[in-house]
């Protein structure tokens, strides 16, 4: 199944300029580096959808909880932490 996961922007690790930007994201503690290009004006701390690597739009604190809990009672949280989930690491 192919969802979107929030997850916290914690860091900014690449900056090219103000849209190309890479940041680490925090999905309850599986880190990984996700492309921000599509939400440019996302800021550390903010909660932001991400799909196959990357943050297609910022959501706010609560509905990323309801959402995140939501995919683990599905089942769906262990593909995040395997070795070919979408990151732009792979």
């Known amino acids: 199944m192919c969802l979107s996961i929030p997850g916290k922007l914690i860091e900014i690790v690449s900056e ?3 849209t190309f930007r890479i940041g680490k994201v925090d ?3 599986i880190i990984k580096e996700v492309n ?3 939400v440019p004006e996302a800021k550390i701390g903010d909660y932001v959808l ?5 943050a297609i739009s910022i959501v706010d604190e609560e509905e990323a909880k309801e959402t995140f809990d939501l995919i683990k009672r ?13 990151s732009i690491e792979n």
């Open 16 to 18: 090219i300029d103000k």
């Open 27 to 29: 999905f309850e503690g």
């Open 36 to 38: 921000l290009a599509m």
């Open 50 to 54: 991400v799909h196959v690597g990357t």
């Open 74 to 86: 599905m089942g769906e949280i262990d593909e995040l932490d395997s070795p070919d989930s979408p």
